[in-house]
């Protein structure tokens, strides 16, 4: 797994996920709000008025005001329904809906930055390590610059330029590999690795190169990159690094 994948895993496992737990959370609180009211609020009071309705039907009739004792129970007993269903919509309803609403509104807008950050943190990881994969590979070219620069030595082919060449190769080599350590943190496995996968196409190159001008100087030093390569791959194996493959990055 790529840091680029990593850190978008991270993000969303330590990040996004909490978040909507927590929004998630907050929606049911909003619900246990509107329960609250019902159960501590509105079923009292519709206890308390089944209450009286049950005196209003029991009461005696007051014939002499045209039972007004029960116009006035009858009256209370509306009024207080008339309440119940203000709390019922107002104070439970209401404010749960209002609630929902003000918990997504805020949702949005939290994953929104969530994920800007996401995409800016994902696309600066990702361009440093694509920059740190070219920053190896260049360094791993400059290093089969410098390889092959010594089987052009050994065979006395190398150009009037080379040795101009070859200087800048191992400043270009030298100065790729130390800003890879300082700012792509390059293990020990990494650095083997680009040496071992510089070795390989230096020993396929430096071959050509040796049957070209038939020279078994040439042709020694290719050996000797063989014997350095084998080297090199015992010591990967047993520290458990992954093998460079020839025509992969290195």
Do not use: D
């Not at 308390?48 to 007051?62: I, L, T, V």
């Not at 990702?126 to 260049?138: G, P, Q, R």
């Not at 191992?170 to 943190?185: F, K, P, Q, S």
């Amino acid at each position: 797994m790529s840091l680029c994948t990593e850190v978008g895993h991270w993000i969303t496992e330590n990040i996004e996920k909490p978040v909507e737990q927590f929004f998630e959370t907050t929606r049911q609180q909003c619900t246990e709000v509107r329960r609250w009211v019902e159960r501590e609020v509105r079923k009292p009071v519709e206890t308390w008025r089944q209450q009286q309705e049950q005196q209003c039907r029991e009461q005696e009739c007051n014939w002499w005001c045209l039972c007004c004792n029960k116009w006035v129970c009858i009256l209370v007993t509306v009024l207080v329904q008339v309440i119940e269903w203000v709390i019922e919509i107002v104070g439970e309803w209401l404010i749960e809906t209002v609630c929902h609403l003000i918990v997504e509104i805020i949702r949005v807008i939290v994953m929104v930055i969530v994920k800007v950050t996401r995409w800016v943190v994902e696309a600066v990881v990702c361009i440093v390590e694509k920059f740190c994969a070219y920053l190896i590979f260049l360094a791993g070219v400059a290093l089969i610059g410098v390889l092959l620069a010594g089987v052009l030595s050994a065979g006395a082919v190398l150009l009037p330029g080379g040795i101009v060449a070859l200087a800048a190769a191992v400043t270009v080599a030298i100065g790729a590999l130390l800003i890879a350590l300082a700012l792509c943190e390059l293990s020990i496995c990494r650095l083997l690795g680009v040496i071992f996968w510089a070795l390989k196409w230096a020993i396929v190159i430096g071959m050509v190169i040796s049957v070209s001008v038939l020279s078994a100087a040439c042709g020694f030093v290719v050996v000797l990159y063989g014997g350095a390569s084998a080297t090199l791959l015992w010591t990967l194996v047993r520290r458990g690094c992954a093998i460079p493959r020839m025509l992969a990055w290195p």
